[in-house]
């Protein structure tokens, strides 16, 4: 081993402690304790509101908390993929210079090595302004996943994904976790999705609901009380049907879906 890499230890990446954070006398954050650690994916999810970019903004060090602790581990490699990104159109871009920009030390070569870690090569000599909303997703995950983070922390990396694109990102969430043995930290909406593709999860609404494996916080009544009514079984009753057009048709029988199956999409 050169004496350049750093000693591989266990130790968590983050270990936060009775985190607590208030504004202008609002408690935005009540009592968060979490650790993570490398290869683990840990999924924050809760209403709207709840507090989840809040909580990954103190973690990341963006904000600080009014009470409780955090450690990161010492010289940690962060990567992370902000909820919302601004496009100015007017000022075009390719996805390549974007890879690079702020990110000093990221050669042309290492740009094109991230894009090909989300199958997103085409993409590199597109204008920014121009990507789809999926392509999007795709390239600032692949600008998170740049610097070879230990902890890539990603704030909704579906957002504008349509249902069939979901699982993919998330398969390339995995691949990124096995190719660079990073933790990663996420907040996502998909519940369904979350439940199969991670680790661990934190149900929060200002304070911790309830947390664990998927399987076991699926089955918690907080979680429960909190998302019960988006769990329900997909089911409805058409007295009509629609052609490809979306035009009503006479003739019901040729409405051949399955309105019975539960689907992700419908939440
Ligand atoms: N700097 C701030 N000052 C005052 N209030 C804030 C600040 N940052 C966030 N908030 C408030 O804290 C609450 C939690 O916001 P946050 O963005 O963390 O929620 P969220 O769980 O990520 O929501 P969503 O699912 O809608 O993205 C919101 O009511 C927000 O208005």
Do not use: W
Request: proline content about 6%; aromatic content about 2%.
């Amino acid at each position: 081993m050169s004496h350049s890499e750093p000693p591989v230890t266990d130790a968590p990446l983050v270990t936060a402690k009775n985190l607590s954070l208030e504004i202008g006398g609002r408690t935005l954050l009540h009592d968060i304790s979490l650790e993570l650690r490398a290869r683990q994916i840990v999924t924050v999810i809760g209403p709207n509101g709840a507090g989840k970019t809040t909580l990954l903004r103190l973690l990341l060090g963006l904000s600080r908390p009014t009470a409780g602790s955090i450690h990161r581990r010492p010289g940690l490699r962060l990567g992370y993929m902000p909820q919302r990104m601004q496009v100015d159109a007017s000022m075009p871009m390719s996805v390549a210079r974007f890879l690079q920009l702020g990110q000093p030390g990221i050669t042309r070569a290492e740009a094109d090595t991230a894009l090909a870690r989300v199958r997103a090569q085409k993409l590199r000599n597109a204008s920014l302004a121009d990507l789809s909303g999926g392509e999007m997703q795709r390239v600032l995950l692949a600008r998170a996943a740049s610097r070879k983070p230990e902890l890539m922390v990603l704030d909704e990396p579906t957002q504008g994904v349509d249902v069939s694109g979901q699982g993919e990102v998330y398969q390339l969430i995995a691949a990124l976790r096995d190719e660079l043995g990073c933790g990663v930290l996420l907040v996502s909406h998909d519940l369904h999705m979350v439940m199969a593709a991670t680790d661990q999860v934190l149900c929060i609404n200002q304070h911790i609901c309830c947390h664990g494996h998927p399987e076991q916080v699926s089955r918690d009544p907080a979680y429960l009380e909190l998302f019960g009514d988006k769990l329900a079984p997909y089911s409805h009753q058409h007295n009509h049907a629609h052609d490809l057009s979306g035009d009503v048709l006479e003739d019901h029988s040729r409405c051949n879906h399955d309105h019975s199956r539960r689907e992700p999409g419908h939440e």
